[in-house]
């Protein structure tokens, strides 16, 4: 059984390092939380919402950096995976949208923050 | 054209039929499988076996310390070779729980001089029905109860247990004959194996409403799994497992494109949603165990196999159609997991060799296939169907109405340790 168990001493702690590989996360990517609401300042469900990182791409609505997010009940969506910068947001709802204001994060986001930025439509 | 996953689904079938064909060729390698049985008479075989156990009883008899060498050379010639290991019931001082013949011939008149007086009871007898060998060989075993009483270096010895004897004979034209022993061993009572796998493997997170969709492609991933277990056999062959194992599944789902929607077009194709799972998996099922060789066994394992998520991970990635950039992150899904249960049930099946390295430990390699039993989760969207295709809603789990299931087959590598094995 010695010679066993010392298998088992170097199986076990094996097959624990190969399983545990590849579990933990340091640091997370920047969030950003948008709220859209209307002229009376209430929440706008069923939203369209996406994010642009330049001016140009915003204006012309091309090469979002995500699919088209929808708003809940709330008003409000969350973006998850976002790099460390700076990004333009655009919304619409119907024939409603926030093409006359240019609405940006506060400078670049970082890592771990979760950034919350208000949109209005009209 | 078909999907990638009803491909996959496919291939997922004919891998359960080559294991299928795989097992029944092993079994069909088995002996007494392969032959088609003639209609035993087994009153004659009874007779057979026991005439050949009273003339092993009286000359087992004369054998003592002043006998003739050819008494000895006699009892040699009932086994099939002098290299039969039958049970070591002279020689207290070996550990070795058998010996061959040819050393217990020798080792009788030293240890008893006087003899040793072995008595079979032959009315309480149970012949099992013979099982082909080869050459027109067949090979039957045979219980019954066997006395010893002698004395060796001034002590008494005297027992009185079950055997199991398996004896051989030839079968021809109706024939039987060539009556020989090819062993005399303790009938096993129960076996304990201590077993510790390893077991790369091919996973895929199968979502049903997805697998029957031509436009999403269901892609499998390399995925292991790890753990050490508990085999009770009650008997040589049947017994039951218990286990805990840490699997890790992944796979990735890949759409051609997002659809415009509401006026607007994202720009992204070759969208690649990718999904990985760790859990805790309690595997607890039957074992059936096959003899097809001295060193080798087959393992034939199914059950339920219980599963508690630990972690989870989710990656999406895209090309945009302008810049032909991939970019990463384009699913935003902060509650992609919200929707999926924690706790998993699952069937495993599993084939395995075992070869004997030593007495008590064996190698292990095989087949193992995982198949998720109960959904992982499903959420109700209404408007899943028009928007899966423009990235509002994770396509792995945001469907209603279908299941979403594990499936893996793996490779198995391990070892089992006999940690106890007790003999009636």
Redo the contacts between chains.
Sequence with gaps: ?GR?LR??TL??P???L??LSG?FETDN?P?LEVSVIDQDSLPVPDA?V?LFTSQQEWRQ??????????TGLEGQ???????ETTYWIYC?KGDQDNSFDEITTQGDLKLNQRAHVVVHLR | MLGKGRVLAKRGMVVCKLSVLLLAVMLGAHPGISQELPEWKMDSIRLGVKNLLNHYQLIHNQINATADPAIEREFINLFSNPKVLIVNEIDQDSPSQEISAQNYVSLLPTLFPEGLTLDFNMNRILVSRPKYDFNNRYLVNVWLEQSLMGISKGKALANRHRIVVTIGFNFLDGKMSGWEIWGIALPPKSQTY?T?K?SPSLGSLVNQSVDQDERFNLEPGLG?????GLMYLINSHLGGQLGIR???YQSSLTLDH?DP????D???EQVNYHTRF?FVEMPIGAAYKITLARRLNALLGAGISPGVRL?ESF??S?V?S??RSR????????QWIDGLTRFNLGFYSELSIMWQLRQ??AFMIGVDFHHGLTSLGEVEQPDYVNSRY???YNPIWRSPDSNNLLRSLGITIG?A?Q?ESKKE
């Design positions: 059984m066993n298998i088992l199986l076990l094996l097959s624990l190969l399983t579990c990517p969030q369209y996406t609505l091309e090469n979002p950096v995500q699919a088209w997010r929808r969506v969350l973006f998850i995976d976002l790099k619409r | 201590l510790v390893l292991y799994a790890g753990g050490v840490y699997a890790h997002l929607h509401g006026g607007f994202p720009h992204l760790w972690f990656t999406s895209a945009n302008n810049s970019q990463t992150g384009v699913i935003s899904d902060s008590n430990t423009q990235g509002l070892v340790i940690i």
